[in-house]
T-cell receptor, first 113, second 111 residues
């Protein structure tokens, strides 16, 4: 149990589908993040929410749409994805956004066909 | 992040030996550094962090060393065990949440 729970663990979707990834943290943290992890590449920051407010959108295409209804929950809505979007999507949380260690979930392995 | 010159993508270690994983970071202004471990099928797991006002920090079986002069970070694992087999990432940060991650070193422990 990592304290950060992501569902589903695996997702296969076609390019015309709409799906959502869910993340929940049980650590009492105030900041939540979405990262993309592709093979042989460093982790890429996608979005940051601090106290439910989006503070970072790292030039992510609009086919990825985040939602943070409260400090414990984070969603990533997906639509009209491309095959190159296939990757491991990791959610993380931290107590604050200043030099606080990130605590990651186990990710959603996304395959776009 | 990690520069190619000081980063070994793989490391093979005999069980019981000490492991040293190296990382070169790019921003001389970075003031926060962190090591993560990622096992197959799992997300990155926090190991240890260090701030730039320190040059060494110890945890349980792990030690992180920071050399700001040459922008080098290392993680030492004492008495390496089979459960230490994983990918290890370093990350650097400066005054905000935008941690910059390295590509990772895959550590394999030989029995």
């Amino acid at each position: 149990e990592t304290g950060v729970t992501q569902t589903p663990r695996h997702l296969v979707m076609g390019m015309t589908n709409k799906k959502s990834l869910k993340c929940e943290q049980h650590l009492g943290h105030n900041a939540m993040y979405w990262y993309k992890q592709s093979a042989k590449k460093p982790l890429e920051l996608m979005f940051v929410y601090n106290f439910k407010e989006q503070t970072e959108n790292n030039s992510v295409p609009s086919r990825f749409s985040p939602e943070c209804p409260n400090s414990s929950h984070l969603f990533l809505h997906l639509h009209t994805l491309q095959p190159e979007d296939s990757a491991l999507y990791l959610c993380a949380s931290s107590l604050g956004t200043l030099n606080s260690p990130l605590h990651f979930g186990n990710g959603t392995r996304l395959t776009v066909t | 992040g990690e520069s190619v010159g000081l980063h070994l993508p793989t490391l093979s270690v005999q069980e019981g030996d000490n492991s040293i994983i190296n990382c070169a970071y790019s921003n001389s202004a970075s003031d926060y550094f962190i090591w993560y471990k990622q096992e197959s099928g799992k997300g990155p797991q926090f190991i240890i962090d260090i701030r730039s006002n320190m040059d060494k920090r110890q945890g349980q079986r792990v030690t992180v060393l920071l050399n700001k002069t040459v922008k080098h970070l290392s993680l030492q694992i004492a008495a390496t065990q089979p459960g230490d087999s994983a990918v290890y990432f370093c990350a650097e940060g400066f005054n905000d949440y935008k941690l910059s991650f390295g590509a990772g070193t895959t550590v394999t422990v030989r029995a």
